[in-house]
């Protein structure tokens, strides 16, 4: 397929998206620079959207990456759609952007945040991308009560948090707890088979994160089968969403990640080219 051909597929996935009521800011998106022979699946967290990874694309383009950002169903139209939604049909598109990206580019990575990264992870028990980068990745939320979410969501269905307008125009106010019961599900099916997974992984955490037990996602790091691991960790001013501009080290984060893929590329192609 060449990219032509993408640009069809993609955007029935773009259709796809817009049908189910995602704004336009919100939808799946690709961007591909010229000569771009490595592309990057890029995943967004739990009641987000694509639009948090669109400050990623912009860098790793920069260094030469196509980025396909998909929009996990349930997100990005209403809280009441997100409770009615499986992991599974998470994964599923996910793993739909992994191959519309694998029938054009020689190479492809992942870039997940949060539960994107959890996504991702079950993805490379399916499929094999080249690595992964892992941003905020765990495996128990900060919230004590998140592992019960699975009959609290009869008692109390939706968690309020507090967000700016603009915030507001990109994640939900209202998170379901039926969603965070799928997260449980999710873990449950992942945490046993983590040493299956053997891919290259960058994860970085932010000591500020007040979302997740970032200690879990140490321990999900160590738990995985692979040699190369690297693992960064920022300090109390880094928040959870690391692409955000809250964050005053989003900058480093992106060349940390850029560096990681580019190191990869840069170990692969001599290879290629060889043969």
Same mark, same amino acid.
């Given at each position: 397929m060449n990219q032509i051909g993408l640009q069809d597929l993609f955007a029935e996935e773009r259709d796809r998206s817009r049908r189910a009521g995602v704004k336009d800011d919100d939808l799946p998106?690709?961007?591909? *620079? $010229? &000569?771009?022979?490595? %592309?990057?699946? =890029?995943?967004? &967290?739990?009641? %987000?959207?694509?639009?948090?990874?669109? *400050? =990623? #694309?912009? $860098?790793? &383009?920069?260094?030469?990456? %196509? @980025? +396909? %950002?998909? @929009? +996990? *169903? &349930?997100?990005?139209? #209403? *809280?009441e759609d997100l409770a009615g939604r499986r992991w599974e049909e998470w994964l599923e598109t996910v793993v739909r952007g992994h191959d519309l990206l694998a029938g054009c580019f020689a190479r492809v990575y992942g $870039?997940? +945040?949060?539960t994107g990264t959890l996504l991702l992870l079950a993805l490379a028990r399916q499929r094999r991308p080249a690595g992964l980068v892992l941003l905020s990745p765990y495996l128990r939320l900060r919230h004590r009560l998140a592992p019960f979410a699975g009959w609290l969501r009869y008692l109390k269905p939706y968690q309020e948090r507090p967000l700016s307008d603009e915030e507001a125009t990109h994640y939900y106010r209202r998170r379901p707890l #039926?969603?965070?019961?799928?997260?449980? /599900? =999710? +873990? /449950?099916e992942l945490g046993p088979r983590l040493a299956e997974i053997t891919l290259p992984v960058l994860a970085i955490h932010g000591e500020g994160d007040q979302t997740i037990d970032i200690e879990s996602g140490r321990m999900l790091i160590e738990r995985l089968g692979g040699t190369i691991k690297v693992y960064e960790r920022l300090g109390p001013e880094a928040p959870h969403v690391l692409t955000s501009e809250e964050n005053p080290f989003r900058g480093a984060v992106f060349d940390l990640v850029g560096k990681f893929l580019g190191e990869l590329e840069s170990q692969r192609c001599p290879l290629e080219s060889s043969q």
């Open positions: 998106f690709f961007t591909a *620079p $010229a &000569g771009a022979t490595a %592309a990057v699946l =890029l995943v967004h &967290g739990f009641s %987000a959207t694509p639009w948090e990874m669109r *400050p =990623l #694309a912009s $860098a790793l &383009g920069e260094r030469g990456f %196509a @980025c +396909l %950002a998909v @929009c +996990l *169903p &349930g997100h990005g139209t #209403a *809280p $870039a997940g +945040l949060s #039926a969603g965070v019961h799928q997260i449980n /599900r =999710l +873990l /449950r």
